[in-house]
């Protein structure tokens, strides 16, 4: 097991490596000049040969990524152009390793960005996690064991409902309704834990996660249903009830633990995903969170918080997906190695 | 009354397309210490009718009717609760695929404990200590190794084994046994039953054993039941059934018997035909589209009116369901010199 771990963390690490040199790649493979971005809107080709100088930009792709590469583990000092930094000493900023670069947009280190993004985003996943993993999964075995019932189909149709409406337009309605016109909830505004206490934190994530988590459990719904159906078709049911067992034992030990399973793989791999930000729901309620990040530095050619990003969330699928396997060979003995 | 009394057990499903009708009418009964065996083809109703004393039909869309007498108790009549307690305790069940029959997430030892403390007051220790000894009893090397093995680490007959410690560890006093050597090797085979009649000489139990191989019924059963189409279609002592055959049915199963150190000259005559559709079963004898002997039987009886068990030329317990008068001449002139042409020698 440990070996197996070690093996894919390996893998994983290979994996990263290509996926920051194919972004590199893409970018510099666009029609539109990243320099003039980061210039600004009044920009003489003077002032944009200079940027793409100070940017790095003018070298190869290949001497730029290397000069990433290294950065990542030595550190990095901006401008990148040596003869730029002897010029104006005072100038220099300097990026402590692990430098994932610089943004000339934003005016900060990559990794600087990231600092206060991380937790609004993963306070939003958390908190939509947990809901939609209760709710989902309670409703979904609740419809598996009411099959054909009315309360299974009316389950059924809701889900399919919640799953179709797009995260945007719950998101604003939410917001325009239960925030705003109808107060029932505070208009959500992202508060740490530091500044107003855990309960202020938990209330302001409530509408946003509510969004996320709406359609995450129509989804879910639907998988525990069709999982805890598939369950209780098995024949070591029957063995248990011909045990004598008890329904609630038979349910609970036997078929939720079997259903079991393939959630918790799905469930590793959304959270993974949702890690790395929630673009719309966090545009819809302006959390700055990594999702809006990602959308603003795409519009913005900013290939620093590009690839920062790039890598940080390739970083979260693939722990996700390790932590997944592994807890799959402690749920199910058969697929244990050795 | 017997210890197990079977009294016109009635099993139909209902479906979309109409009523099932798995069993119809069956009746037997069974001592302590016995065995019955059960054969047929599948689809027959041996398994459902099984089932239904066990009471695994119980919140399924399954009618069931008739009688079903325990030690004195009639089983169709107790509430879900009370046969609960009975399953597993009084009564027990091993089915045909140990594998699928297991919980894979569970170790061997944990399901086998759990049927023990399901019905005892016991701690985790004293649950643990007595599946290892019920591992020891059925024949697992090493079992205080092996309780903490999953179902995927044992071969297929170490599986069995394994169900038949879960079945026998309250000491049950009925347990069925649903075709429980189908899915192993012949040599395997061979010993799971001969484990099992020890431990019927041992716990004195009775046993039902279902299978459609009529080896197994030879060796093991003391009462032998044929069903076709979810009846009784022959029923009495092993020995009787197996030499004086009266129903064209067994017949037909005992001439589909392959014997490996049998005459060269026998013959192998399958059953032409299929199993009749339980939905909408044919009119009067369920087997005459598929029988030889029907123009033997004067009119058009076989089509029409369903037989009713009478009793055989011996006998006895021994009774059939069929028209033939003299069935017991067929068989000797017709039958055995095409499947058995040395028995007639040895008999000449």
Known sequence: MFAYTIRRLFVGVIMLVAMSMVTFVLFFASPVDPAQFACGKNCSIEQRAQVRKGLGYDKPVYEQWKNFAVGVFKGRDYPEDKSLRKAAPQLVSHCGAPCLGYSRVNIANVTDEFKDRIPVSFSLAMVAFVMWIAGGVALGAIAALTKGSIIDRGLVGISLVFYAFPTFFVGLFLLKFLAIKWGLFPVPNYTKIGDGGVWTWFINLLLPGLTLALFYMAGYVRMTRAFVLESMSEDYLRTAQAKGAAPKRILFKHTMRAALTPLVTMAGLDLAGLLGGAVITESVFNYNGLGKLAVDSIQTFDLPTIVGLVLLLGAFVIIANIVVDVLYAFIDPRVRVG | ?348
């Open chain 2, 1 to 348: 009354m017997s210890f197990l009394s079977v009294r016109d057990l009635v099993v139909h499903f209902k479906t979309v397309d109409g009523v099932v009708k798995a069993t119809e009418g069956l009746s037997y009964e069974l001592e302590r210490g016995k065995t019955l065996g059960i054969v047929g083809e599948s689809g027959s109703g041996k398994s459902v009718s099984s089932s239904a004393i066990l009471g695994l039909h119980r919140g399924t869309n399954a009618q069931v009717s008739g009688e079903i007498f325990l030690d004195g108790v009639d089983l169709l009549k107790i509430n879900d609760e009370s046969i609960r307690r009975k399953r597993g305790r009084e009564m027990a069940m091993i089915f045909q695929d140990p594998l699928s029959a297991m919980h894979p997430y569970y170790t061997v030892g944990n399901q086998i404990a759990e049927a023990y403390r399901i019905h005892n007051d016991v701690t985790k220790k004293q649950a643990r200590a007595r599946t290892i000894e019920m591992l020891d009893r059925v024949g697992i090397p090493q079992p205080d190794r092996r309780v903490d093995d999953y179902p995927h680490q044992f071969s297929g007959g170490m599986r069995q084994r394994a169900m038949i410690a879960m079945a026998l560890i309250n000491d049950p006093g009925l347990v069925i046994a649903d075709e429980p050597t189908t899915a192993l090797d012949v040599t395997v085979q061979a010993q799971i039953l001969d484990l099992l009649q020890d431990l019927q000489r041992e716990f004195n139990s009775a046993i039902i054993i279902i299978t459609h191989d009529l080896g197994v019924v030879a060796e093991m059963a003391d009462d032998v039941l044929v069903m076709y189409a979810g009846r009784a279609v022959e029923y009495g002592p092993c020995k009787e059934i197996l030499v004086h055959p009266e129903m064209p049915y067994t017949w037909g199963l005992l001439s589909s018997v392959p014997d490996v150190v049998g005459d060269t000259d026998a013959k192998l005559i399958p059953i032409r035909g299929n199993p009749p559709s339980l939905l909408s079963p044919p009119p009067g004898c369920p087997f005459n589209p598929r029988c030889d002997h029907r123009d033997k039987v004067p009119g058009d009886l076989c089509r029409t009116t369903l037989p009713e068990l009478t009793p055989a030329r011996a006998g006895g317990n021994h009774v059939k369901r069929c028209h033939l008068a003299n069935p017991d001449e067929v068989y000797a002139t017709e039958v055995l010199p095409e499947i058995a042409p040395d028995m007639i020698e040895e008999q000449a």
